[in-house]
C-alpha cells in the first residue's frame, strides 16, 4: 500500500472505545525505527475512556465525539483527519460502527483488530460464544475494515489455545497479549511486505 511519500512515517489516527491497550502497543511500537507509522491523532467516543489517558502522557492530540448524530460527527471526523493529514486509520477496541460512507472515504486505510479467529465470532463477546461452542482455538485478527462488519480482507491472524479452565475473563486476558503483538506485526507486514 503506497500511502507516503518520501521518509516520513504514515500518519495515523487510533480509534478507541475504552482502556486503550492496543492503543499503547501502538504507540510503543510507532516510536521504534522500524515503524512505518507514527500515532497523530486518537479518537474516542466516550469521553471516559481510559485509553484517553496516553493522548496526555505521549502529547498526541485527541479528540471525542459522541457519534450520536453519526452523520454529523463522521462529516467532522474526516474534517479533522484531514486537516491532521492523517493516512491510515486503526481501530483499537473501537465499539462503533462507521458508516459506508465514511469507510468509502478512507477506502483500504482502515484497519481493526478484532479478538476471534475471523470470519469466526463476528460482532460481540467473542469469547464467551468461543466457550460455549467449545472450540479449541481462539484467537485474534487484523484486518482491513470493509462496509460489513468484521469482513474485510485479513492481514495476520494469531491462534491462541483455549485451555481447560478458561473463562472468558481468562481467555481475554490471554488474546489480548497476543493482539499487542499482532498489530504492530500486521502493520509491518501491509508496509514492508
Ligand atoms: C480488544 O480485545 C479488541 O480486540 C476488542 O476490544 C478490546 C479492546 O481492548 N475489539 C473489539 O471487540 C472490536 N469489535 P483495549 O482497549 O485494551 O485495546
Do not use: W
Request: glycine share 4%; proline share 3%.
Amino acid at each position: 500500500m503506497a500511502l507516503s511519500t518520501g521518509h516520513s512515517k504514515i500518519r495515523a489516527a487510533v480509534f478507541i472505545s475504552g482502556t486503550g491497550s492496543n492503543l499503547k502497543s501502538l504507540i510503543k511500537f510507532s516510536k521504534t525505527s522500524k515503524s512505518p507509522i507514527s500515532i497523530d491523532f486518537i479518537i474516542s467516543n466516550n469521553s471516559k475512556a481510559k485509553g484517553l489517558n496516553y493522548a496526555k502522557k505521549y502529547k498526541i492530540k485527541k479528540k471525542i465525539l459522541s457519534f450520536k448524530n453519526k452523520n454529523l460527527n463522521e462529516k467532522k471526523l474526516l474534517t479533522i483527519l484531514k486537516i491532521n493529514n492523517i493516512e491510515l486509520i486503526c481501530l483499537a477496541g473501537f465499539m462503533k460502527i462507521l458508516s459506508k460512507k465514511f469507510i468509502k472515504n478512507f477506502k483500504g486505510k482502515i484497519l481493526n483488530i478484532h479478538p476471534s479467529l475471523l470470519p469466526k465470532y463476528k460482532g460481540l463477546n467473542t469469547h464467551k460464544r468461543a466457550l460455549i461452542n467449545k472450540e479449541k482455538y481462539s484467537g485474534c485478527t487484523v484486518h482491513f475494515v470493509s462496509s460489513k462488519l468484521d469482513s474485510g480482507k485479513i492481514i495476520l491472524q494469531k491462534r491462541v489455545k483455549i485451555l481447560k479452565n478458561d473463562t472468558d475473563v481468562s481467555l481475554a486476558k490471554r488474546i489480548l497479549i497476543e493482539e499487542h503483538k499482532l498489530y504492530p506485526k500486521a502493520i509491518l507486514k501491509i508496509f514492508n511486505p
